[in-house]
């Protein structure tokens, strides 16, 4: 893990077309700014684990049964 300081106001890059910038810092609390293309999904971490859950679990559910029934 790469472990940055920045300042109200200051950004950083990642791969030429993300753009992440320091809005706001209230005590503890970071307000974060994120330019990304639209094709760049940006989520929470607990949103994106509760999506790779949602995936995991559908697969084990219906998914195998749904490619069984449409192979035959």
Do not use: C, F
């Amino acid at each position: 893990m790469l472990a940055l300081s920045r300042k109200r106001n200051e950004a950083l890059v990642i791969n030429n077309n993300v753009e992440i910038t320091i809005l706001e810092i209230k005590g503890e609390q970071v307000k974060l700014g994120i330019s990304a293309p639209k094709d760049v999904p940006v989520y929470r971490k607990e949103v994106y684990l509760q999506i790779q859950e949602a995936n995991k679990e559908a697969v084990n559910t219906d998914g195998l049964e749904g490619l069984k029934s449409l192979l035959g």
